[in-house]
């Protein structure tokens, strides 16, 4: 009664409920078992947050992104972002990605930043495992650790093609990281 898409990311401590147990207070109450239950569907390629909760006769659609602690009932529409309790669509997935790209420069500035007060020193490279795009170089052999970021997923090929494609926003990571000196 549950049916799982492709490249479906269900984090931590989430539960996903074909049944519903609230029978028992009426049994209790009337001696009737009136049973509940209902089937899951959940699509392709879909991330759902750590502590959510999939209740019975939730269908989550294709490329959908869940919010930690969100509780899905319902019909959830794909290519969007949905978070809360109950799940409510926050954006549309193409928001989301205009504003991923927006927010990432901030947030890999932030790490260096917390690392650097942390630790006295400035983080290792491969540390910025999720920033790597914005500044190695295109025309070089990655490093190890950036080459499986690519390997996430089985999507390769098509992450390679859109890194080669691409321009970083930085010549290099000392580069980036003067950047990051230069805006405190």
Same mark, same amino acid.
């Given at each position: 009664m549950i @049916?799982?898409?492709?490249?479906v990311?269900?984090t931590? !401590?989430?539960s996903?409920l074909?049944?519903? %147990?609230?029978?028992?207070?009426?049994?209790?109450? =009337?001696?009737?078992?009136?049973?509940?239950?209902? *089937?899951?569907?959940?699509?392709?390629?879909?991330?759902?947050g750590?502590?959510? #909760?999939? #209740?019975?006769g939730?269908?989550?659609?294709?490329? =959908?992104i869940?919010?930690?602690?969100?509780?899905? *009932?319902?019909?959830? !529409?794909?290519?969007?972002?949905y978070?809360?309790?109950?799940?409510?669509k926050?954006?549309?997935?193409e928001a989301?990605?205009?504003?991923?790209r927006k927010?990432?420069?901030?947030?890999a500035v932030?790490?260096?930043? @917390? %690392?650097e007060?942390a630790?006295?020193?400035?983080?290792?490279k491969?540390?910025l495992?999720?920033?790597?795009?914005?500044?190695?170089?295109?025309n *070089?052999?990655? !490093? @190890?650790?950036?080459?499986?970021?690519?390997?996430?997923?089985?999507? =390769?090929?098509?992450?390679?093609?859109?890194?080669?494609?691409?321009?970083p926003?930085?010549?290099? %990571?000392?580069?980036f990281?003067k950047?990051v000196?230069?805006?405190?």
């Amino acid at each position: 009664m549950i @049916e799982i898409g492709d490249n479906v990311h269900i984090t931590a !401590d989430c539960s996903i409920l074909q049944h519903d %147990y609230s029978w028992a207070v009426i049994q209790r109450l =009337t001696g009737e078992v009136l049973g509940s239950c209902g *089937t899951v569907r959940i699509g392709n390629n879909v991330f759902v947050g750590q502590k959510s #909760l999939i #209740l019975k006769g939730a269908e989550i659609g294709d490329n =959908t992104i869940i919010g930690a602690g969100s509780v899905v *009932t319902g019909r959830l !529409d794909g290519n969007a972002v949905y978070a809360g309790a109950p799940a409510k669509k926050i954006s549309s997935l193409e928001a989301y990605i205009d504003k991923r790209r927006k927010l990432q420069l901030n947030e890999a500035v932030l790490l260096v930043r @917390e %690392y650097e007060q942390a630790y006295g020193k400035r983080p290792p490279k491969k540390l910025l495992r999720e920033f790597f795009w914005l500044f190695e170089p295109r025309n *070089t052999q990655l !490093d @190890e650790v950036f080459q499986k970021v690519f390997q996430l997923d089985n999507n =390769t090929e098509r992450s390679q093609q859109a890194f080669v494609q691409s321009e970083p926003m930085f010549s290099s %990571y000392e580069a980036f990281l003067k950047y990051v000196e230069s805006n405190s």
